[in-house]
Structure formats: C-alpha cells, structure tokens
C-alpha cells in the first residue's frame, strides 16, 4: 500500500469511527437531572417513587446520572433563586413541582426541558400551547383532570348534606386555582350552596381563615393543591379537627394522615410519570413534541375514624364508590 493510499485508508477509518467515539463519549457523561420542588407532603411522597421509576428505566444514581435538587420548603420567594442555579449548573433536564415554581423556571430558561410533576392547568395558566401539542421547552402532567374541582364540591355536599357555605382556600399566585374556583362556584350554584374564598400564603392567613370560617357559618372546606397548603398539612388537619369542619383535599396523603377524605390522583403516580418524560428527554425527544399527560386514575380515600370524631355518618353508596376506607 503506498503513502497515500494508506493516508486515505486512515482518514476514512478515522472517519467511521468518530460517531460511535462520540456517542461513547457522551453515554459515559452522568445526566444531570435539576429537580425544583415547591416543597410540602406532594414532594416528600413523590420523589422516592420518581427515584425508583428512574432505577427501573435503568437509571444509577452516581454513575449514570447525577440528581440536582433544590426545594423551597413553601417558600416561594425562593424559586428565583432557585431556578437560576439549576440553570448555571447546566442540567440537562428540570423536573418541577408547583405552578408558581414554574412561573419562575420559565423566565429563568427557554431552552433546558422542564418536566412538569405536579402542575394544575398547564393550558390555562400559559405553560403550553396544548395538551396535544405543548410546543417549547415545558412537558409533563398536569395533575389535575377537568372536572375534578365540581366533584370536591359534591362530594362534600354528600358527607354534610346541611352545609350551605362553603370555604375554599387557595393561593393567587397559583394561575390554575382560577379555573378551579370557577368549577366549584359552578358546581356550588347546582347545589345550593354558597362559595367563600380565603387566601393562603401562609400559616398565619391558614389559621386566620379557620377562624373566620365559624363566623360565617360555614359547612365544608375544600384545601386546593399547592405547596403552601402541603407544607402545612398538619397545621390544616389540626384546624379542621378543632373546629369540627368536614374537609376534602386533593391528595390522599392528607387522608392518611387524618383528614376526613381526598380525591385526586395520587403523586406517586405523578411522580412515576415524570420520570418516563425525563427518560424519553434524556434519549432525545423534544419536550415540545410530548404531549402533557392527565392523571388516568383519580382515587377517594375516606377516613371513618375522622367521619365519627366530626359525628358524621358516610353513606353506603359513597362507601361503596371510596377506593380506600380508613378505619
């Protein structure tokens, strides 16, 4: 073989071998996998199941991908900050919790897919274009289906049949309790009854609002999703036990812990979830190309051990519809 031939040989193998070079190269580097967490009993119940879902797709932590977290414990003056140091360490994929937590990672990145775990109303509250079709850097769940706000009403209205006022506390910077206030007075309308909402931003305004609520007569409390009221979970089920107030939340973990009942869907299914977008990101899919995803399974747990210290009486029927029963 002459000088030259043998030169193109080389450059032609060189040539071939540059692709598989490269993609070892970049399967040996660790994912790095930003998680911003509003904080509260949806984040510490969701993200071992999250961890476990990524060791079943094949994931190990430390030597095929690293996990970044940064949780602002309820304290949303926090995501700012939060949001950008997940952005100056350069993951390569952000998976979020709370609606307000992606207000701030949206202005902090155009670019790094977020994977929403935990969002109410993507469409509405501008994070996608649509369900089918989100277009830009945000994927994920949201967790809540529609309709899901009207049900809390009616089910409440089955446990307390009397009650003719209803409290809802909810937070304004959350953009999706809007259209979830607007089920629960629609819902309210076709059943009598008169909604009453406080704001929450934190356990001072949370305990204010219980008290509040016996001056005006009120029948049934509905706690709407977010890391404010999840972070002060016992402080709302010890307020609703000391002033007798049958209350619905949206996860079952606040059942579990003595709440009268939830319905919703269950994080750790949201959880599990968001760990399928991110493996499908991290092998290249484009977040604006996966279509959000809605929970398939809403569960209602009732806790009869708290229905008798509120001296209430579940119907069979309702019973007979609960997916769990504590007792």
Same mark, same amino acid.
């Not at 109303?121 to 994927?139: E, H, Q, R, W, Y």
């Not at 079952?252 to 994080?267: C, K």
């Given at each position: 073989?002459?000088?030259?031939?043998?030169?193109?040989?080389?450059?032609?193998?060189?040539?071939?071998?540059?692709?598989?070079?490269?993609?070892?190269?970049?399967?040996?580097?660790?994912?790095?996998?930003?998680?911003?967490?509003?904080?509260?009993?949806?984040?510490?119940?969701?993200?071992?199941?999250?961890?476990?879902?990524? =060791?079943?797709?094949?994931?190990?932590?430390?030597?095929?991908?690293?996990?970044?977290?940064?949780?602002?414990?309820?304290?949303?003056?926090?995501?700012?900050?939060?949001?950008?140091?997940?952005?100056?360490?350069?993951?390569?994929?952000?998976?979020?919790?709370?609606?307000?937590?992606?207000?701030?990672?949206?202005?902090?990145?155009?670019?790094?897919?977020?994977?929403?775990?935990?969002?109410?109303?993507?469409?509405?509250?501008?994070?996608?274009?649509?369900?089918?079709?989100?277009?830009?850097?945000?994927?994920?769940?949201?967790?809540?289906?529609?309709?899901?706000?009207?049900?809390?009403?009616?089910?409440?209205?089955?446990?307390?049949?009397?009650?003719?006022?209803?409290?809802?506390?909810?937070?304004?910077?959350?953009?999706?309790?809007?259209?979830?206030?607007?089920?629960?007075?629609?819902?309210?309308?076709?059943?009598?009854?008169?909604?009453?909402?406080?704001?929450? =931003?934190? =356990?001072?305004?949370?305990?204010?609002?219980?008290?509040?609520?016996?001056?005006?007569?009120?029948?049934?409390?509905?706690?709407?999703?977010?890391?404010?009221?999840?972070?002060?979970?016992?402080?709302?089920?010890?307020?609703?036990?000391?002033?007798?107030?049958?209350?619905?939340?949206?996860?079952?973990?606040?059942?579990?812990?003595?709440?009268?009942?939830?319905?919703?869907?269950?994080?750790?299914?949201?959880?599990?979830?968001?760990?399928?977008?991110?493996?499908?990101?991290?092998?290249?899919?484009?977040?604006?190309?996966?279509?959000?995803?809605?929970?398939?399974?809403?569960?209602?747990?009732?806790?009869?051990?708290?229905?008798?210290?509120?001296?209430?009486?579940?119907?069979?029927?309702?019973?007979?519809?609960?997916?769990?029963?504590?007792?």
């Amino acid at each position: 073989m002459t000088r030259r031939r043998r030169r193109q040989f080389l450059l032609a193998a060189a040539a071939l071998t540059l692709p598989f070079a490269a993609w070892a190269q970049q399967s040996s580097r660790l994912a790095r996998i930003g998680v911003l967490a509003g904080g509260g009993t949806s984040w510490h119940t969701g993200f071992e199941p999250f961890r476990q879902r990524l =060791r079943e797709l094949g994931y190990v932590e430390d030597r095929t991908m690293t996990l970044v977290v940064r949780d602002a414990e309820g304290r949303a003056e926090r995501y700012r900050e939060m949001a950008a140091e997940l952005v100056q360490l350069r993951v390569d994929v952000i998976v979020v919790q709370g609606n307000a937590a992606l207000v701030a990672l949206k202005q902090a990145t155009p670019t790094i897919p977020i994977v929403m775990a935990n969002i109410g109303d993507p469409v509405g509250a501008g994070f996608v274009a649509s369900l089918a079709k989100p277009g830009g850097n945000i994927t994920g769940l949201s967790n809540m289906a529609e309709g899901v706000s009207g049900k809390w009403v009616e089910l409440l209205k089955q446990v307390a049949p009397k009650a003719e006022r209803l409290a809802v506390l909810w937070d304004p910077r959350n953009v999706a309790h809007a259209s979830m206030w607007r089920e629960i007075q629609a819902a309210s309308a076709t059943l009598r009854m008169t909604p009453l909402a406080w704001e929450v =931003r934190g =356990r001072d305004e949370i305990e204010r609002a219980f008290s509040a609520m016996s001056t005006e007569r009120v029948g049934g409390v509905i706690i709407l999703p977010h890391p404010v009221a999840g972070e002060h979970r016992q402080s709302i089920l010890g307020l609703a036990s000391r002033h007798r107030l049958p209350t619905i939340y949206p996860f079952s973990d606040f059942a579990e812990a003595g709440g009268l009942m939830s319905y919703g869907p269950t994080n750790v299914d949201l959880w599990r979830g968001a760990a399928e977008f991110v493996d499908k990101i991290l092998k290249g899919a484009k977040p604006a190309e996966l279509a959000v995803a809605q929970p398939s399974r809403l569960e209602l747990v009732i806790n009869l051990k708290t229905a008798k210290a509120l001296g209430l009486t579940i119907s069979q029927p309702l019973l007979l519809r609960a997916d769990r029963i504590i007792e």
